[in-house]
């Protein structure tokens, strides 16, 4: 059994060898997925439809053969509250969609996996990923799953060396892959030295002044290792380092591992900002991923307080994860004044030379609010701030809001540089994230239509805010079709080459959808497509979606490489935000 971390959704990779093996995945609290065989299987959801099979509803399917990999099948089973997809070879094998009638299987994520083996003899192999970016490529690394957030990161040649910027993150990870012949490269790590691999079986790690500071001005260790091991044509290096130690992975095995100490100098005590490469004895190119494992939050404590810089953004958001008994605990805005929160249902809002300035030369608004509700055993708040108002989320309601105007000084007109925290009544660690909302929303209107490219990305995503009366508006796919909201219960998807070809020489498909919900006086769309289907949600809500197959041409096999907006029906601003690798962490 395995814990699950899946904020984004749930991603499962099973290893199982070439011939049929019949073997389940028990996915607590919601259900299961049984494969029979290479071409059968059935999707199990507890409490749902007419509850005549242990409780729940049982869906039996066929699906295409898999293929081998080898001596192996990889399968991988990607599921959320929307739907379950199950892939092989970069193929779909089969797609189920979840409605309302679906119950634990449309609104429950799983906590844990665990599994069955019916087939005598068969060992398999599961890894869960637990990335951030689990919408990116997977790379099967043996007994660790690897979430890269879009595409390759950056091809790398002797002619054209990459330079990459580095997320600031307690442990690096990098990943390249080379081919299966021995290639002579480096990674430059800005601030820190070098990983430098001669062969597939030796190499160095070099230390800027480090040790007796005898090889330009650091210390270099040489270091030999096993034999990598090729998947296809290909070698797939997982490099993980942080001021503790560097270790090479490849197939899941460990080649190498380095420690390091107080005489390793920058390697022990400096993240690397930036990578380069360099590559000495291949002509072709290399790839390099920089991975964002998305393990923002820090942790803070009544012993221990978090202090944590904020991107300087028109709207800070901050992200706390508390046990769900409630805790009492203060984030200090620097600069600005403080939000205190005292149970599930009390706080107060404190802003510096506020008002009558009569509590500590500043004014403390107490407020109450509706009770959080636990995701699991946490409650995960939601806390934006702005010079105009202060919003409290949790589960996707809003617990409390606070305007500010002239007489709340600091809150009014000051944006955070810092945040600090303090805990009273808990022992124990909660988690803060201060979120970078990059704020890449274009507008776009009746007369001015937005243009954006879009990342070469295998999930599109695109965040619309419109206002709550609902507007009529167009999303061109370049390259694909498009996705037209007619108002709030209505629009239309429409795939280029696709079926009859009766509508401007592709199909288009009416539907309509549950109303959208308000937050504020904004509606705020998130339209997801891939080559396997569109989804569009709201409020957390799945409104809309549509499995694409081969007859629907280019939407089940393109991705757009451009959007374009158009609107009909209003004369203000819309917003459109295109999300890229590093936006997946607050969407």
């Excluded at 776009?444 to 419109?466: G, N």
Aim: proline share 2%; aromatic share 10%; hydrophobic share 35%.
């Amino acid at each position: 059994s395995s814990g699950i971390n899946a904020e984004y959704g749930e991603r499962y990779l099973v290893t199982l060898p070439c011939g049929n093996v019949w073997f389940k995945l028990f996915l607590i609290g919601v259900g299961h997925i049984e494969l029979f065989s290479q071409t059968s299987g059935n999707i199990f959801c507890k409490e749902a439809g007419a509850q005549n099979w242990y409780g729940g509803e049982r869906t039996d399917f066929t699906m295409d053969g898999m293929t081998c990999d080898g001596d192996d099948i990889y399968l991988l089973i990607e599921r959320s509250t929307s739907g379950v997809t199950i892939k092989n070879a970069g193929n779909v094998l089969y797609t189920q969609s979840f409605g309302e009638n679906d119950a634990r299987c449309s609104d429950t994520q799983a906590a844990q996996v665990k599994t069955q083996v019916w087939t005598d003899g068969a060992e398999l192999e599961l890894s869960v990923s637990t990335g951030s970016c689990w919408m990116g490529s997977l790379l099967n690394l043996g007994n660790t799953v690897a979430s890269v957030c879009g595409a390759w990161t950056s091809p790398f040649s002797l002619s054209a060396p990459a330079n990459v910027e580095y997320p600031m993150q307690a442990v690096e990870r990098y990943v390249v892959e080379l081919p299966c012949d021995d290639v002579w490269f480096k990674l430059f790590l800005i601030g820190v030295g070098h990983i430098e691999l001669f062969s597939r079986t030796r190499g160095n790690i070099f230390c800027k002044e480090a040790g007796a500071q005898n090889w330009y001005g650091g210390q270099k260790t040489d270091f030999t290792m096993p034999g990598m091991t090729c998947d296809g044509d290909n070698i797939i290096l997982s490099i993980e380092r942080s001021t503790s130690a560097v270790t090479i992975k490849n197939a899941g095995n460990v080649l190498y591992t380095q420690n390091f100490g107080e005489n390793d100098a920058r390697c022990s005590d400096t993240i690397a900002t930036q990578v380069k490469t360099q590559v000495w004895n291949y002509e072709n190119d290399l790839q390099l991923a920089v991975l964002d494992n998305g393990d923002d939050s820090v942790p803070f404590s009544l012993a221990e307080r978090a202090q944590v810089p904020v991107p300087d953004r028109a709207i800070e958001q901050y992200v706390v994860k508390l046990p769900c008994d409630g805790v009492w605990f203060k984030l200090f805005l620097v600069g600005v004044g403080h939000i205190e929160i005292f149970s599930k249902t009390s706080g107060n809002i404190f802003c510096k030379e506020a008002g009558a300035q009569n509590w500590y030369g500043g004014e403390r608004t107490d407020f109450t609010m509706d009770g959080m509700t636990c995701d699991g055993d946490n409650i995960i708040l939601s806390i934006e701030r702005s010079t105009s108002a202060v919003t409290i989320k949790n589960a996707g309601n809003v617990l409390y809001t606070q305007n500010f105007g002239e007489n709340d000084a600091r809150c009014s007109d000051t944006i955070a540089t810092q945040v600090k925290t303090q805990v009273w009544n808990y022992e124990n660690d909660l988690q803060l994230a201060v979120l970078d909302n990059g704020d890449d929303s274009v507008p776009f209107s009746l007369a001015e239509r937005a243009q954006v490219p879009v990342p070469d990305r295998a999930i599109e995503q695109y965040v619309v805010k419109l206002p709550c009366d609902g507007v009529w508006f167009k999303l061109f796919l370049v390259g694909v079709g498009h996705i037209e909201i007619f108002s709030k219960t209505s629009g239309n998807i429409f795939c280029k080459e696709a079926g009859a070809q009766n509508w401007y020489g592709g199909q288009k498909t009416d539907f309509t959808m549950d109303g959208m919900t308000c937050d504020g006086d904004d509606i705020y769309l998130l339209i997801e497509r891939s080559t396997s289907g569109v989804t569009i949600k709201n409020a957390g809500n799945v409104l809309y979606t549509q499995s694409f197959g081969e007859n629907d041409a280019r939407c089940s096999d393109t991705r757009s490489t451009e959007v374009t907006t158009q609107v009909w029906n209003y004369e203000g601003n819309l917003y459109l935000t295109v999300l890229n690798e590093n936006s997946s962490c607050w969407n």
